[in-house]
């Protein structure tokens, strides 16, 4: 049975919280236990992102389908598989949980509650690696959701882990999480100033996915 929508955006929220939390509070420790070697610090936050995603998506994913994305919401949208009612509210709390996950890890760890990052992320290289980690993220996300859906917390879980360290912008792949690190002033953050940019390149590469995957791997008829 369908979950109600507000069981749906309360799971969204929370998700997208503990997510974010995840990345932040992760670069937090990492950093702080690395002794200077970025590697091992990124390394830390790798690992401890794509283990929680796994855990998140079979968590939530029975009652809301686990999106934690804006840019998954926006291409469920486009499959007819998310009300384009429910949609807004779905990327709404997303991105306020995100705000929270942040503000949660900075609280973990001493920090102030929000401190705008200086981290800079600009540049054409880092643009065309949000649009490949998000078009990938999406592939993947379809292609498991159609043939192999026991699979697709695993799948995602592994896929975010390696485009970690594939793409040159550590694959941020989700708008909600991207908003939020760029309230956090820490390994994680993102300058405010290159926010915009890495959405538009999230959104060109899930719709990009999104329409090739219709193709691809078309869903089955309704019975």
């Not at 799971?11 to 070697?37: C, K, P």
């Not at 291409?75 to 807004?88: H, I, K, R, Y």
């Not at 980690?133 to 993947?140: E, H, I, K, Q, R």
């Not at 890495?198 to 219709?214: K, M, S, V, W």
Request: aromatic residues 8%.
């Amino acid at each position: 049975m369908k979950s109600s929508l507000s069981r749906r955006l309360a799971a969204e929220f929370l998700g997208t919280a503990f997510l974010v939390a995840a990345v932040v509070g992760s670069g937090i420790m990492g950093e702080r236990l690395a002794g200077g070697n970025v590697a091992v610090a990124l390394l830390a936050n790798t690992i401890a992102t794509g283990a929680a995603l796994v855990a998140l998506i079979l968590a939530f994913g029975p009652i809301s389908g686990a999106h934690l994305n804006p840019a998954v919401s926006l291409a469920d949208a486009l499959e007819g598989e998310l009300s384009w009612t429910d949609a807004p509210l779905y990327i709404l709390v997303q991105v306020l949980g995100g705000v929270a996950g942040a503000i949660a890890a900075h609280l973990m760890f001493g920090l102030p509650l929000v401190s705008l990052s200086r981290h800079a992320r600009g540049g054409p290289a880092l643009m065309l690696s949000e649009f490949i980690a998000t078009f990938g993220l999406l592939s993947v996300i379809w292609g498991c959701s159609r043939l192999r859906s026991n699979a697709t917390a695993f799948a995602v879980g592994a896929y975010i882990t390696a485009a970690y360290w594939f793409t040159a912008s550590t694959s941020f792949a989700n708008p909600a999480v991207t908003i939020a690190r760029s309230l956090s002033d820490t390994f994680s953050g993102i300058r405010p100033l290159d926010v915009p940019w890495f959405l538009l390149a999230q959104i060109a590469g899930a719709l990009a996915a999104t329409l090739l995957l219709r193709w691809l791997i078309p869903r089955p008829p309704l019975a």
